[in-house]
């Protein structure tokens, strides 16, 4: 199965138009499309299957529950498979399954320990302030985002966790792909910024969970990433294909006709 990954295309001001890539099965979207969600209109008609996992953008300036919901009616009505923490299986030409699992994964701020939660929760306290969400009339702040992020950190562990205790389950699929919009492990920190207590707005500790995956996908850093890592397991794939700003250079790697093949990684 190849997947092609799209995240941070940010169309509500960048100028960008995506095309499909030749040979590609599903075409995964990890997050900030568009802040107002028109961009993702161009999408609907793809020539293949869409999972979209939202991104923290996706949500500016909305309640949070009520943006869920607005996500939910306009990917059905698109045709995408919206992943919110929840999970689908598709099945590649060679009728292997493919469990994909998606979590927009906010931060829980812990990436440096417990002990610098603090400071990285200050240092957030800036990013939600651009995003200017809500949630029940309240300010969608760093506390809140924490409580969001440790319930996505729950259910992608219970999730995970099915395939080393159940047999039965795990026989129902041959490879699991996680698809994130924040990212898993401080190795995929934008080097231009270093690791800083704002990093911990952008990578969460979750290396602990990658072992249960084959590939883990994300987004939200606006630099690209390709690395295994290595596990008593064997080797997870992170992938990061994120766009970026054209302001900043930032799409000098990106490569919208990237291939992922999921049996190969």
Known sequence: MRLQLLSDLHLETEAFDPEPAPGADLLILAGDV??????????RDWP????????????????????RLGL???SAELGFTLLDDSACIRPDA?????????????????????????????????????MGASRNGASFDAVAVREQGLRCREWLAQQLSQGEVDASEAAAWDATVVVTHFAPSLRSADPRYGKQPGTAS?????????????????????CQNDYRFEHANGATRVICNARGHARKGEPARFDPQMLIEVFSA
């Open 34 to 43: 568009d802040s107002r969600w028109d961009g993702l209109r161009r999408f």
């Open 48 to 67: 293949v299957p869409v999972i979209f996992v939202p991104g923290n953008h996706e949500y500016d300036g909305r309640d949070v529950d009520q943006a």
């Open 72 to 74: 939910q009616a306009l």
């Open 94 to 130: 060679a009728g292997r399954r493919v469990r994909f699992l998606g979590s927009t994964r906010w931060s829980d701020f812990d990436t440096f320990g417990p002990a610098q939660r603090e400071r990285a929760m200050r240092a957030a306290s800036y990013f939600q302030r651009v």
């Open 202 to 222: 952008f990578c969460n500790d979750d290396e602990a969970l990658l072992p249960g995956a084959r590939l883990w996908l994300h987004g939200h850093l606006h």
